[in-house]
């Protein structure tokens, strides 16, 4: 798929956020308040709606089954397609390779499962050959931090970006009734472009925001 690129600057959003909000002086919500809130917003766009896709490939070793995430790519999301010398693997999970195994956890062989456990991605069985483990990903978007960055997203979601940061003014101002308005029209309308520009697979820890301040490490099943 390929993404539009962005038009509209992180300045632009700023001072529609803020003249939307009533607050152009930035008095009440600053403007490094909007760039961390833009950066959330993007983040969890990305982790719903699965926009910003790539891969990153290592050669695998034999009789090694973990392999760190963090030397693959830094860049990761959500894991969408795992791949072993050419062939797709299944996606499986900790519990779920342990009843598969039995006690048989070093078998070796052609890996035909993968799952994720403490950072890094595993393989099952454990590779006896040495070769291309590939991973389709999708990436964490790239951050905003001065007025002429253009915006990580296409200009199909700025309205949602703009969502969610009056969303977190409101917030920040103890209006929790337009906070709350603000906070469904990211959602409903997020859900709406769902089917246009994204395939769901497994999950994979992500930033996600917890609307109660703050965020939190999560995966989509909301551990």
């Known amino acids: 798929m390929v993404i539009p690129i962005s038009t509209i600057t992180l300045g632009e959003l700023q001072a529609f956020a803020k003249r939307q909000f009533g607050d152009e002086s930035g008095v009440q919500i600053t403007d490094v308040d909007i760039v961390r809130w833009v950066n959330m917003g993007c983040v969890e766009i990305v982790s719903k709606n699965k926009i910003l896709q790539a891969s990153a490939s290592i050669t ?8 760190d995430l963090s030397t693959i790519a830094l860049d990761m999301i959500a894991i969408e397609d795992v791949s072993y010398g050419g062939r797709s693997l299944e996606q499986s999970d900790n519990s779920g390779i342990k009843k598969l195994l039995g006690t048989t956890s070093a078998e070796s062989g052609v890996p035909m499962y993968w799952y994720t456990w403490a950072n890094s991605i595993k393989l099952w069985p454990v590779p006896n050959t040495a070769e ?22 296409p200009d199909v979601y700025y309205e949602r970006i703009v969502n969610f940061v009056l969303a977190k003014a409101y917030e920040l101002d103890e209006d929790s009734t337009s906070s709350a308005n603000q906070r469904r029209l990211f959602e409903d309308k997020l859900t709406e472009m769902t089917g246009l520009d ?9 930033v996600r925001d917890d609307f109660e301040g703050g965020y939190y490490l999560g995966n989509e099943d909301g551990w």
Not at 132 to 153: N, R
Not at 198 to 205: I, V
């Open 198 to 206: 994204e395939t769901r697979a497994g999950t994979f820890p992500v």
């Open 60 to 67: 695998g070793t034999p009789n090694i089954a973990a392999y």
């Open 132 to 153: 291309l483990l590939s991973i389709d990903y999708i990436k964490v978007p790239p951050k905003v931090s001065g007025a002429g960055d253009l915006l990580p997203l």
